[in-house]
């Protein structure tokens, strides 16, 4: 079981910025890695993924705002986050996707970290 360990949320102000890394327990060379996010008494969302070879997709809330990249050396995944507001307050996980190909629906992830809280708010 691969783990997964998210760092990095906190309390921002509107257009602050943040980043979230996400480390995990296995090499990344052969998987695709999602970020996702809750908002209370919402659905989790799709926010951001990265393939191995750094194919990347974003939600359209997100784009132009956020970016995903990773480090494979460290095995870890980061989304950088700008231009907050508080519509992007939430608990965001990261997912590990045993399939090398990018997809926002959080169905075919296999394994989560425990999330971290990103808090917009003046």
């Known amino acids: 079981q691969v783990q997964l360990v998210e760092s990095g949320g906190g309390l921002v102000q509107p257009g602050g910025s943040l980043r979230l890394s996400c480390a995990t327990s296995?090499?990344?060379?052969?998987?695709?890695i999602g970020w996702f996010r809750q908002a209370p008494g919402k659905d989790r969302e799709g926010v951001s993924c990265?393939?191995?070879?750094?194919?990347?997709i974003y939600a359209n809330s997100v784009k132009g705002r956020f970016t995903i990249s990773r480090d494979n050396a460290k095995n870890t995944v980061y989304l950088q986050m700008n231009s907050l507001s508080p519509e992007d307050t939430a608990v965001y996980y990261c997912?590990?996707?045993?399939?090398?190909?990018?997809?926002?629906?959080?169905?075919?992830?296999?394994?989560w970290g425990q999330g971290t809280q990103v808090t917009v708010s003046s």
């Open positions: 997912a590990i996707r045993r399939f090398n190909l990018c997809t926002l629906g959080s169905e075919t992830f296999n394994s």
């Open positions: 296995s090499t990344l060379d052969y998987y695709a």
């Open positions: 990265i393939t191995s070879g750094g194919f990347r």
